[in-house]
């Protein structure tokens, strides 16, 4: 086997417990492996070499010997018999690793696993000498020998039926037994979806990305290793195929090389040497040329090192700050004194609910630095150290801000009454993915990307029936992708709820063309001649289409608050809310300082008042608040007082705190902001 390959033994359950799982399970199974093997228990027949040699071992069976996975395995896997006999899987467990032992010798340890998939409702036999637990010893102890890992997959809840609960007690503590003295894990699973993710036909095995000093100080260093904890799989590539090569040649690999060839502008037929070419960079509307010596001595070439910064409390670091994948950081193994010093510490920060902030150059010559958080994880298991989460933070220019302003800050009458939110809870509850007393639906670990299971599946297909259409969506599959419909049919009342509380209704915007607005401003005998030109219909529509789709950057004369509205809903700069509340002030300003016997006020109040609700939603108080005051005192000074006892009347008043998070006016120095000038007035 290569040195990087690993060897897996599926251990499958095919008892009658089992018979209602296994179409599920022959789905699950896809070359994704590098050498399997399975093995079946709970058949009616035996045929393994380890009966042959020393006898027992009854109604196991190698269906398939450890190999490359190939068409004629994975047509097998799909097709498993149906056992009629109790399954045994101590003995499944022997027999795998005999198989084990025979294919590989004491080599690849660590690269060998047994992965074991029951429905423990029956009981192991007796052993001719001790006790069932000294039989597990002795077996665990043949497996760290060689190397060998054991993956227990045990199905639980509604999947195991009526279970006698004293089988599945000493089931659960001798694989418990099994799991803390192997180098292996158990997991239990009540669902198709979560035994499609447990069930893993290939393990990554983990390799460290730094082995170095954790530098406390510079005189306190602390051995650590950092592996990935979690990273993304990516889609599989898909190289070029070329059938240009004749049929008959069985030694054409079939492959597809690109050539680049790079020609001067002014003469294409001449090809530039790759010693006369150069990088260039944009900068500005120039191009500046860069040889690849000067960016050399340009990069940053930091020591491969990772050094604590300092501490700080985790409510200052956010959950959305994390980026890329996530690391752990462990002490060296079998090194005493750095695994108690990482405990230690660990422990005082999830004491004190502090974390750290470390500067990380994971290898030597790596051309830049990250920064990143240490979280601290305590092992809830005694042969399991502590150790701690590591995320990359962010720096300034990796950070998007985007300014939404709080429900908190919206008057009352926006935010959700008492049957609104009551709704809204029950619909919350009824989604809960972790229902008290179940498995929880969707767990991480459990959960696998439907798009890779769905291109797999469909690979192995295509490499059979090269002309086979896509299948559907499996109904596996489905349960990760769309909502439980039992789930909501079975909630039907709570949904209805929710919809009824929270109606949506369609809100036509009638947009007036430019030809009906200038009617309103021209006489009557003018509109009746307008209304006559029935032939400029048409083009009248197409205008007010083509007006509407043009981007408004400036407040006009006929409609002051749609030309406001349409500025500041504009979200190709940040300067546009800016310019809109300012536009709008000064032609506020404007209509006053123009207006004869009061007939620009009701249009300078309808302004305002926009003016208003735009700096409450956009989080501007202030912006609103100091016109105010101007505004005031322009009255005043242009004997407008009138302008302000219709604001008194119509309650326009100063933003609160209440309505915006940044205000500092109270609600009653809002209220009684224009009556207390009215009086000093007076």
């Known amino acids: 086997m290569a040195r990087n390959k690993e060897g897996l033994l599926l251990l499958l359950d095919v008892s009658p417990s089992m018979h209602n799982l296994l179409p599920e399970i022959e789905k699950l199974i896809y070359g994704k492996s590098d050498e399997v093997g399975v ?373 009352s009458s926006w935010q959700p009454n008492e049957q609104q939110q009551e709704a809204a809870d029950n619909l919350v509850k009824m989604l809960d993915l972790a229902p008290p007393g179940k498995e929880e639906a969707l767990h991480t670990d459990f959960t696998p990307n439907p798009v890779l299971e769905r291109f797999y599946r469909f690979l192995e297909l295509k490499s059979k029936q090269p002309g086979a259409a896509v299948p559907p969506l499996d109904n596996t599959l489905k349960k990760i992708t769309e909502p439980d419909s039992e789930l909501l049919s079975q909630n039907k009342s709570a949904v209805d709820e929710f919809c009824k509380q929270f109606e949506l209704k369609e809100n036509p915007k009638i947009k007036k063309s430019s030809k009906r607005l200038w009617r309103e401003k021209t006489s009557r005998s003018n509109e009746e001649k307008n209304v006559g030109d029935t032939g400029t219909d048409a083009q009248s529509g197409n205008s007010s289409r083509s007006e509407s789709s043009i981007k408004v950057e400036r407040i006009g004369d006929l409609t002051p608050v749609q030309d406001f509205e349409a500025m500041m809903s504009r979200r190709d700069s940040t300067e546009w809310v800016i310019k809109a509340i300012s536009n709008m002030k000064g032609f506020i300003f404007n209509l006053l300082e123009n207006s004869y016997e009061q007939d620009n006020f009701e249009k300078a109040l309808e302004c305002l008042t926009s003016l208003r609700k735009a700096c409450i939603l956009e989080q501007e108080p202030e912006q609103f608040n100091n016109f105010l005051h101007e505004l005031y005192m322009f009255c005043q000074k242009e004997d407008l007082s009138s302008f302000c006892e219709l604001l008194a009347s119509k309650q326009i008043k100063l933003i609160t705190k209440a309505e915006a998070i940044d205000s500092n006016v109270t609600e009653d120095e809002a209220k009684n902001f224009l009556v207390k000038r009215e009086h000093v007035l007076e």
């Open 39 to 411: 093995v079946l228990f709970g058949t009616e027949d035996t045929d393994n070499e380890l009966t042959k040699e020393v006898g027992g071992y009854e109604h196991v069976v190698v269906l398939r010997h450890i190999k490359v996975v190939d068409g004629d395995m994975i047509e097998a896997l799909q097709k498993l018999p149906r056992g009629t006999a109790p399954g045994d899987y101590l003995d499944a467990i022997v027999v795998g690793m005999d198989m084990m032992i025979k294919k590989y010798g004491p080599t690849n340890k660590g690269k060998k696993r047994l992965c074991l998939l029951m429905n423990p409702l029956y009981c192991i036999k007796e052993p001719y000498e001790g006790t069932k637990e000294d039989q597990i010893d002795t077996i665990a102890t043949q497996m760290n020998s060689h190397g060998m890992k054991l993956d227990c997959v045990i199905v639980r809840g509604k999947l195991t039926g009526d279970a006698d609960t004293r089988i599945l007690d000493e089931n659960d503590h001798l694989l418990n037994r099994f799991s803390k003295r192997t180098c292996g894990k158990m997991v239990y699973v009540e669902s198709p979806t979560s035994l499609l993710g447990a069930l893993r036909t290939r393990n990554i095995s983990p390799v460290t990305i730094f082995r170095g000093d954790l530098e406390l100080s510079p005189r306190m260093r602390i051995k650590v290793w950092v592996y990935k904890k979690t990273s993304e799989e990516k889609f599989p590539t898909l190289k070029k195929y070329s059938d240009k090569a004749p049929p008959t040649d069985r030694f054409a690999t079939h492959e597809v090389k690109v050539d680049y060839e790079y020609k001067r502008v002014e003469d294409t037929n001449k090809i530039v040497p790759p010693e006369q070419r150069i990088k260039g960079y944009r900068y500005g509307p120039q191009v500046v040329p860069i040889s690849s010596a000067e960016w050399d001595a340009v990069k940053f070439k930091p020591e491969k090192s990772v050094k604590l910064l300092g501490f700080t409390n985790a409510s200052n670091i956010m959950r959305h700050y994390y980026m890329k994948d996530v690391n752990i950081f462990i002490a060296e193994p079998g090194n005493t004194r750095a695994i108690q010093a990482v405990s230690a510490i660990a422990r005082a920060m999830k004491e004190m609910n502090k974390v750290a902030i470390v500067r990380c150059v994971w290898r030597q010559g790596q051309g830049n630095v990250v920064v990143g958080v240490l979280t601290p994880n305590l092992s809830k298991q005694d042969n399991i150290p502590d150790s701690f989460y590591f995320n990359v933070l962010p720096f300034a220019e990796d950070v998007r801000e985007f300014q939404f302003p709080s429900f908190r800050s919206f008057p």
